[in-house]
């Protein structure tokens, strides 16, 4: 059974109250999140409409060679 050493994952030091300066920082770090999930997202979503148009290119050339060749 393992042990929980709490100690270790305390954290050391509070944070200082946000400034205007810290929040515009924040505010353009999570719009580029934002930005960065949307382009991943879409990148996956492309990715796997190519897998899908191989599939269906892959299929239609069996049926076809299915056909042709007795």
């Known amino acids: 059974m ?5 100690g270790r994952s305390r954290v050391a ?4 109250a946000p400034t205007s300066v810290n929040r515009a920082t924040a505010t353009e770090e999570r719009q580029r999140t ?3 999930t949307a382009l ?9 409409m190519g897998i899908a148009v ?3 290119t892959l299929r239609l050339a069996l049926v ?3 056909g ?3």
């Open 2 to 6: 393992a042990l929980l050493d709490v």
């Open 54 to 56: 191989g599939v269906l």
């Open 13 to 16: 030091c509070l944070p200082k």
């Open 40 to 48: 991943e997202i879409a990148g996956t979503f492309l990715i796997l």
């Open 68 to 70: 042709i060749v007795p």
């Open 34 to 36: 934002w930005q960065r």
């Open 64 to 66: 076809l060679m299915h």
